[in-house]
């Protein structure tokens, strides 16, 4: 089944804006691995769908919201591995299903509903008795695959990077962030951009991601992680907020490029480079590695939205 998945490309940005800088731009396209299952999102699933099976759990169930990648994602996952699947979705349930949803269930995904302060209970024992009680031996993943095993996945996104000096990448929780410094050596660098507003508060977390992922004990390159910083001004207004600029700018930059991004996530940290090449704020000679996390599934919902901007 592994077969199914292509190795990502990774692939150059023949960018004027870059070129002026001194600077090599390439992107890893992890969107292009899977139709469905793609992106930060495979690999953070990858070690977790693992532990289901060699603990025979036959049915996974996890958290997100409504237009959630990791929902949709882990439907897909879940179908082409051979696990059912149940999602607790953060609030009311809306018919006719957004485009999200409807592939969820599509998918064999059975949803359930909770409102915004019960989903807030999430992590909690309580909360994951009442689940375990009404579905039985269900194998949980976190919101967004933010564990362990999603930090172990995401270790082997940019491996084999060796050759580039600075890697970007988006910020949700930084899990990815943590995932792909781990496997990197301390020269190299790694700069997230928060796709949320005051997106510092993920320094502390990410912190923790990473003590976690040495106090378990699993392998890492002998000089890891490599040095890591947060670009915290890019997060255009705050989580899923997109404006006519960002819009403009993922448009033109398919055009140019022939590479879609998406908005919530990929388009952010695309734009932020971008503006920070032209500022100066890279080095001539910088080998740049954009990771390209997929989540355009997302952008069919937003467009509905945006109709209006958008024609
Ligand atoms: C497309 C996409 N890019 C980036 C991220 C950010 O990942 P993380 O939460 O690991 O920081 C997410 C969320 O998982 C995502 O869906």
């Known amino acids: 089944m592994l077969s199914t998945f292509l190795p990502p490309p990774t692939q150059q940005i023949n960018s004027k804006i ?18 469905w299952v793609n992106g930060n999102k495979w690999f953070k699933l990858k070690y977790n769908l ?11 169930l996890t958290f997100g919201g409504a237009y959630s990648n990791h929902i949709y994602a882990t439907a897909a996952a879940s ?32 949803l359930v509903y909770f409102d915004r302060e019960r989903y807030q209970q999430r992590n909690t024992t309580a909360l994951q008795e009442y689940l375990r009680q009404s579905f039985g031996e269900v194998f949980m993943i976190p919101e967004g695959g933010s564990n362990l095993n999603g930090v172990r996945g995401c270790t082997e996104i940019a491996s084999e990077a060796t050759d ?4 970007c990448v988006a910020c949700g929780t930084g899990t990815t962030l943590a995932g792909i410094a ?33 106090a378990c004990g699993l392998p890492t390159p002998p000089d890891s992680p490599a040095s890591w910083d947060l670009i915290c001004d ?16 993922s448009q033109q930059f398919r055009q140019e490029h022939d590479i879609p991004l998406d908005y919530v996530y990929t388009a952010k940290m695309f734009y932020g480079v971008m503006d920070l090449l032209q500022q100066g704020f890279f080095h001539k000679g910088d080998r740049l590695l954009l990771i390209h996390t997929g989540g355009l599934q997302g952008n069919l919902g937003i467009e509905k939205r945006l109709k209006k901007v958008l024609s």
């Open 50 to 60: 693992l532990e289901a099976k060699q603990n025979n759990f036959t049915t996974l």
């Open 18 to 35: 870059a070129r002026r800088a001194g600077v090599d731009l390439y992107v890893l396209r992890l969107d292009l691995m899977h139709p």
């Open 182 to 214: 781990l496997s990197l050596r301390k020269e190299q660098r790694v700069l997230g951009f928060p796709v949320l507003k005051n997106g510092a508060f993920l320094a502390p977390e990410i912190n923790n991601l990473v003590e976690n992922y040495f």
């Open 164 to 167: 580039f000096n600075c890697i």
């Open 234 to 249: 890019y997060h255009g207004g705050g989580y899923a907020k997109v404006n006519d600029e960002l819009l403009l700018f």
């Open 79 to 110: 179908n082409l591995f051979g696990f059912c699947s149940i999602a607790a979705i953060r609030g009311e349930e809306r018919l006719p299903l957004n485009p999200t949803l409807h592939f969820a269930v599509q998918q064999g995904m059975q």
